[in-house]
């Protein structure tokens, strides 16, 4: 599988950013046995930079005056990071999956969720759980995906528009792992926390590091 991990870095040159991913990933590198015992559900084989999942950055300078041109980077200092522009962009995601998947049960009305049903079979079969598996599996979708799928929508937007295009908020910055400035690799499998208290720690811990350390996204495979 693949997952995204944000390393935090220490201030250093641009140029030195890519060797200091590199160290601070190495001890979870699985296929390096000179290590000790380490959780397997968080380590990786391989990574890279995770340009597709960039930081949006703030305008500066001439960008202000070219406001259809924004930079991005996979690893920038923490100050240097729009982070408004990326809960923005979360909660305007979160607003059009919402919206697709209520027109959606608009037309099946009595879709029931998974925990209603002795066998995910059953569950699939539903006309409107049905179209997002069909839509997943073409990945044309902007919203059905296989990812929403299988959080089972039926539950997830239960409890309406408002709570989910919050809970989009809050996971803006959310990535599967993030590796601390000591080195210390979190992900929401860290004292089975799942993913609201994994989002909710990594908005803390960013909130706690000064504006010049780096925030580096990579995405690994395990």
């Known amino acids: 599988m693949h997952f995204y991990a944000t390393v935090f870095l220490p201030p250093m040159p641009p140029?030195?950013?890519?060797?200091?991913?590199?160290?601070?990933?190495?001890?979870?590198n699985r296929d390096d046995y000179t290590h000790g015992p380490f959780d397997p559900?968080?380590?990786?084989?391989?990574?890279?930079?995770?340009?597709?999942?960039?930081?949006?950055?703030l305008p500066r300078g001439l960008d202000r005056l070219r406001p259809g041109r924004r930079r991005v980077a996979f690893a920038a200092p923490k100050a240097a990071i729009d982070?408004?522009?990326?809960?923005?962009?979360?909660?305007?995601?979160?607003?059009?999956?919402?919206?697709?998947?209520?027109e959606l049960t608009a037309a099946h009305p009595g879709t029931r969720p998974l925990s209603e049903f002795d066998g995910q079979g059953d569950w699939l079969a539903q006309p409107a759980v049905q179209a997002v598996?069909?839509?997943?599996a073409t990945r044309r979708h902007p919203y059905f995906t296989f990812q929403f799928l299988l959080a089972d929508p039926v539950a997830t937007?239960?409890?309406?528009?408002?709570?989910?295009l919050a809970r989009a908020a809050a996971h803006a910055l959310f990535t599967y792992v993030y590796v601390t400035l000591t080195g210390d690799w979190l992900s929401e499998e860290t004292?089975?926390?799942g993913a609201d208290e994994h989002a909710l720690a990594l908005s803390s811990y960013l909130e706690s590091v000064a504006p010049d350390t780096i925030l580096a996204r990579v995405r690994c495979h395990a």
């Open 191 to 193: 004292g089975n926390r």
């Open 41 to 57: 559900s968080a380590t990786w084989d391989r990574w890279e930079p995770a340009r597709a999942a960039a930081f949006p950055l």
């Open 15 to 28: 140029a030195d950013v890519t060797a200091a991913i590199a160290a601070a990933l190495a001890p979870y």
């Open 157 to 164: 937007l239960a409890d309406g528009r408002g709570a989910h």
């Open 83 to 102: 982070f408004a522009a990326l809960r923005d962009r979360a909660v305007r995601h979160a607003a059009g999956q919402f919206d697709a998947w209520a």
């Open 133 to 136: 598996a069909t839509a997943a």
